[in-house]
């Protein structure tokens, strides 16, 4: 379980901090990042989640995402509806049941939360390997930020602690990792004029969601990188 980062993007309110805090003291959970997140007094936190000390001992904030993702190996979003061409699934045991044995074997991994108005953008998304949501009422989907957290975490928190597979032959790719290699490829894109109309962004999701989908190790990304920027020259 401590290969389990929770990262909030963007919240607004730092009361939804605290009880954020308090959903994973609650599940035994202590690793949180905050990205761009308003003031706010420790203080406050202790008003809402008592003894807060395990999860702020350990608490960061961030610039902006690529900074809070970068050693993340597997990133999980987070929305209550799917989206065209991304991985998004509700079967949050079989996926709890997953994802605590991909943690023990190459954490770590990151749950992604959005803001509490629009949630995680499409683009934000897209950064993803796959995106959870919660099975509820279809007619009333939307949950506050500490419920969503609450629930996710406590999906996980019930999963039995499965027998650590064998480790992999080589290191997964992390998200810096693959942060490198679509930098060059976004150059390809650009000095091939590949992109014929538009901005190309939709493009550039597949392409990600293709690469997110192949499970690189850092080797297979290195090269890979290597290869495009070698193209990019040429």
Not at 106 to 132: K, M, Q, T, W, Y
Not at 212 to 223: H, I, K, M, P, Y
Request: charged share 20%.
């Amino acid at each position: 379980m401590d290969e389990i980062v929770v990262i909030l993007h963007r919240p607004h309110d730092p009361r939804n901090i605290g009880t954020v805090v308090r959903a994973m003291l609650n599940t035994g959970f202590y690793r949180l990042r905050l990205v761009e997140p308003p003031p706010f007094d420790p203080g406050l936190i202790a008003t809402v989640a008592h003894r807060p000390d395990p999860v702020l001992a350990r608490l960061t904030i961030h610039p902006d995402l690529t900074d809070a993702t970068a050693d993340i190996r597997y990133l999980v979003g987070t929305s209550e509806r799917p989206h065209l061409n991304l991985p998004w699934r509700n079967d949050v045991r079989q996926w709890a049941v997953e994802l605590r044995r991909r943690a023990m074997v190459a954490g770590p991994v990151a749950l992604l939360f959005g803001p509490e108005d629009n949630g995680l953008s499409r683009e934000e998304l897209s950064r993803c390997h796959e995106i959870i949501g919660l099975p509820v009422n279809p007619a009333y989907p939307t949950l506050n930020l500490a419920q969503a957290v609450l629930l996710v975490l406590y999906e996980l928190q019930q999963v039995t602690p499965p027998s650590p597979p064998p480790l992999p032959a080589e290191p997964p790719a992390d998200l810096a990792d693959y942060d490198r290699f679509f930098t060059v490829l976004d150059e390809l894109i650009t000095v091939t004029h590949f992109v014929k109309s538009g901005n190309g962004i939709a493009l550039r999701q597949r392409l990600r969601a293709i690469i997110n989908r192949a499970g690189l190790s850092q080797r297979d990304a290195a090269v890979l990188t290597a290869l495009l920027r070698a193209a990019v020259r040429r």
